[in-house]
């Protein structure tokens, strides 16, 4: 089983529409969870970090099921320049290295 | 905000050269940075992690004679891939922890590299 799977899509929704990614994580043990946003050839950069009592930021909404080890990612009102690889991604701590799921392709189409 | 800097970003060479990448942190101190591989269409792997005065951590399966990790400086991580054969084509990244548990890693903009 692998560690952070994911949906790899892709996911082609129209401007404006509601998206939602879900990722499920093996490691009962991982303690700190956040999607990062990939563009092609580019490095990942953070998007948010994710906790059990849920985050917003904007039209992203980010939450947590520890119990399910499954963490979910809604993007509302999406944009073009939405279009990228959406990772899942989960640490054991602040200094660990982190483990990426294959990240989720999306493509927003006017 | 905290910027990480990896140089060279693009790399062809004949298989059997020696590659070095650096990963610097341009304004906090790392104390520990990582190095990251992504094949196509493949997910980000970690690869070791650097810790500044001691030597790397590799992750099981990364031969470490073939990637030499160098973490001199609180700023400063090289990797050198040794002997580099196609096989070893890829995108390596480096990141850099800050110490803030709310921003787990920044990244380096990754170097590109293809073995002829």
């Known amino acids: 089983r692998k560690e952070v799977e994911q949906d790899p899509g892709p996911f082609n929704v129209p401007e404006g529409a509601t998206v939602a990614f879900n990722c499920t994580y093996s490691?009962?043990?991982?303690?700190?969870f956040f999607w990062y946003r990939q563009d092609c050839r580019k490095e990942p950069k953070l998007l948010m970090s994710?906790?059990?009592s849920g985050n917003e930021d904007g039209r992203f909404t980010a939450q947590l099921n520890r119990a399910s080890q499954y963490i979910s990612l809604l993007i509302r009102d999406s944009k073009l320049s939405d279009s990228a690889t959406y990772l899942c991604?989960?640490?054991?701590?602040?200094?660990?290295?982190?483990?990426f799921g294959k990240g989720t392709h999306l493509i927003i189409q006017p | 905000g905290a910027v990480v800097s990896q140089h060279p970003s693009w790399v062809i060479c004949k298989s059997g050269t020696s590659v070095k990448i650096e990963c610097r942190s341009l304004?906090?101190?790392?104390?520990?940075m990582f190095w990251y591989r992504q094949f196509p269409k493949q997910s980000l792997m970690l690869m070791a992690t650097?810790?500044?005065?001691?030597?790397?951590?590799?992750e099981q399966g990364v031969e470490k004679d073939k990637f030499l990790i160098n973490h001199a400086s609180l700023t400063l991580s090289t990797l050198t891939v040794t002997s580099a054969h196609p096989e070893d084509s890829s995108f390596y990244i480096c990141?850099?922890?800050?110490?803030?548990?709310?921003?787990?890693?920044?990244f380096g903009d990754g170097t590109r590299l293809s073995i002829l």
């Open positions: 990141s850099a922890y800050t110490g803030a548990s709310n921003q787990p890693q920044h």
């Open positions: 650097s810790n500044e005065g001691s030597k790397a951590t590799y």
């Open positions: 994710v906790y059990s």
């Open positions: 490691n009962s043990a991982s303690q700190s």
């Open positions: 304004d906090f101190q790392a104390t520990t």
């Open positions: 991604v989960v640490a054991g701590g602040g200094a660990d290295g982190l483990t």
